[in-house]
């Protein structure tokens, strides 16, 4: 199952070794760990809770995942994203992309990870000493995900 | 499209707009003249209060027909699970 | 110590754990892991030997990730290499990049494992059905280097 | 620049380069109009053999002098420890 929404933590290198085992094809693997910082836009974060719409996450990720598949030349491609209440230093989010070389596996890692980022239907709330707020969505996530020309996704606003 | 009682749209709500509602569900006659997602939209926000504020023109809302986000000019048919909800902050 | 070479296999998990403890600004980290492909240039490999050049492996892997963190605004990097006999699907290298937002850890991850390939002391040869062989240079490994314009490095050929 | 005999140089040879030469490393006396990377790579060449066809012009050699890649031009000093090996295959 290449894509996983779950509240329980995740041990990078257990799901790593994981997606890379039964193709010594593989010479590279790409990851990227999204963690809960304690600061953000100068306030300190307390804790987080990630809000998801189920069944449309899961069909988001894995859209995400095949889009990633038929751009580049890759082996493999996971992605689990925690929701529920996290702490600061908590992982959120790993994105592991297994190719033959280097090159294809970082691309399809990033884009992955700027898409999930603009499409996949996760919200984070922070809790904060000045009491709770919805993160706002980046501008600079929108550019980033911009980069790689997909057709923009449907706006309705 | 599920097997729902016809004519009916699920409504889903989620994040700030949840909050802002006080209701993460609810599922409603297909009212009469809403045959798009726009149209959908502009129904919701005459309902006046928080649904007006939020659902303004302007306000960053994205709309997803069936688990697909969709354009203002996509179809609402009976049975649709219709979400509601700000742009995403995941990862 | 942000570079390491050693003979010993490395836990991902545990290594990027370690490389973000203490800092909880840090909210992104990029990794790669170079892996032994049982497959290279159409001969099977059974198994390779790393050799390296010691005291200046380890200069060599500073000195790059210096100059990561001198051109990006990240938190720490770390470069784990292994030398001696590996067998296909074996661990060869880690790097981590943190960083408090992704763009900057991708980057200099990338960045890092380029150089790496193209400037420090290490070398493989494999050991085939048909013999044993040292590994040629890719020309696309000093093509991926040169597309970060750092100073050519100097050739004595 | 280390605490070694004056005016010798130690020469380390890696990977291709140490199976080709027979040794993983040597001391020799700074030979005679060695002032350079360039200049110690054609006197090492002048012995033959494997010699002269790992280190023949045109092949790919690196040259590090005291841990550090040098260029050709680059100057070969008393107490240097001067390392032979093909471009790095790392990684």
Redesign the interface.
């Known amino acids: 199952m290449p894509v996983r929404v779950q509240t329980e933590d995740f041990d990078v290198a257990r799901e790593l070794d994981a997606l890379r085992a039964g193709d010594r094809a593989v010479g590279a693997v790409a990851a990227f760990i999204g963690t809960v910082r304690d600061v953000n836009l100068d306030a300190r974060v307390a804790s987080m809770t990630l809000e998801h719409y189920p069944g449309m996450t899961e069909k988001a990720l894995a859209a995400i995942v095949d889009a990633a598949k038929s751009r580049w030349d890759i082996v493999d491609a996971l992605v689990i994203h925690r929701v529920g209440a996290l702490a600061p230093a908590d992982q959120i989010v790993l994105v592991g992309v297994t190719s033959a070389h280097r090159g294809e596996a970082f691309a399809a890692c990033e884009f992955i990870i700027d898409y999930l980022k603009t499409r996949a239907p996760l919200w984070k709330k922070e809790e904060t000493a000045e009491g709770a707020r919805w993160v706002d969505a980046r501008a600079t996530d929108d550019e980033a995900a911009a980069r790689w020309q997909l057709p923009q996704r449907e706006r309705t606003d | 499209m599920r097997d729902v009682e016809p004519n009916t749209l699920s409504l889903?709500y989620?994040?700030?707009l949840?909050e802002a509602f006080g209701a993460s569900s609810e599922r409603i006659a297909l009212p009469a003249g809403v045959t798009t997602?726009?149209a959908l939209?502009a129904f919701l926000a005459a309902r006046g209060g928080a649904w007006a504020a939020e659902l303004a023109p302007?306000?960053?809302?994205?709309?997803?027909v069936n688990?697909?986000?969709?354009?203002?000019d996509?179809p609402v048919r009976p049975g649709d699970e219709i979400?509601l909800?700000?742009?995403?902050?995941?990862?």
């Open positions: 889903v989620l994040a700030r949840r997602v726009a939209r302007g306000r960053a809302v994205r709309i997803a688990h697909e986000i969709a354009a203002p996509a979400a909800f700000p742009p995403v902050t995941g990862g």
